[in-house]
């Protein structure tokens, strides 16, 4: 959610007249409603991936036990397909401390169901994308969709937390940003 929110900060300021030298964006996927090519082929990888492993599994189960395997998984590819529509979740005030309780019906998180009501609308500027190991990589479509000035793909190692707390890959990361800050500086100077 991170990302998101320094992509906004980046719309408002640019809306407010100020320029924006340097967008980052620290290993965040985009959240929101995406064009449905853009969409198919930032999920055609993981879609793929993950209908082997169900099928390696589902084939490895006693028969008794296919149809409901099936069932489960066709609800989750429903909900991956609802994952995209323009229905945006209703947000109330935030779950209290004392009972942090599924509040927005239809998602374990009250912060994701916030994310997901965020819809994103294409930034005129350019954007320093850092992607981990993870895999985050399949956003590239979308970043690059979104970010209408340019998007630059940073990659470092290390999953989406050890980036930014792994004493091992912080110094990646730092030098990956030193290296975008001081593009962006250039970038500004001679503007």
Same mark, same amino acid.
């Given at each position: 959610? *991170? *990302?998101?929110?320094?992509?906004?900060?980046?719309?408002?300021?640019?809306?407010s007249g100020r320029r924006v030298a340097m967008l980052g964006i620290l290993d965040s996927a985009p959240i929101g409603v995406v064009p449905?090519?853009?969409?198919?082929? +930032?999920? !055609? /990888?993981?879609? +793929?991936? /993950?209908? /082997?492993? &169900?099928f390696l599994r589902w084939w490895g189960l006693?028969?008794?036990? !296919?149809?409901?395997?099936?069932r489960g998984r066709w609800k989750a590819l429903c909900y991956w397909l609802s994952v995209n529509s323009t229905k945006a979740p209703v947000i109330t005030a935030p779950p209290p401390k004392e009972n942090p309780a599924q509040s927005v019906p239809g998602?374990?998180?009250?912060?994701?169901?916030? $994310? $997901?009501?965020?819809?994103?609308?294409?930034y005129q500027g350019s954007a320093d994308v850092f992607l981990c190991d993870a895999g985050n990589s399949k956003w590239r479509w979308y970043w690059k969709y979104m970010v209408r =000035? =340019?998007? $630059?793909?940073? &990659?470092?190692? =290390? *999953?989406?937390?050890?980036?930014?707390?792994s004493p091992e890959h912080v110094a990646g990361l730092a030098k990956a940003l030193a290296k975008a800050l001081k593009r962006g500086e250039e970038k500004e100077r001679a503007t």
């Open positions: 959610m *991170g *990302g998101l929110i320094a992509y906004e900060i980046a719309q408002q300021l640019v809306r449905w090519g853009l969409y198919a082929l +930032s999920m !055609r /990888r993981y879609l +793929s991936d /993950r209908w /082997r492993f &169900h006693p028969l008794r036990e !296919r149809f409901n395997y099936f998602f374990n998180d009250y912060y994701v169901a916030v $994310a $997901a009501a965020y819809r994103m609308r294409p =000035g =340019g998007a $630059a793909f940073h &990659h470092v190692k =290390g *999953g989406h937390l050890e980036t930014n707390t």
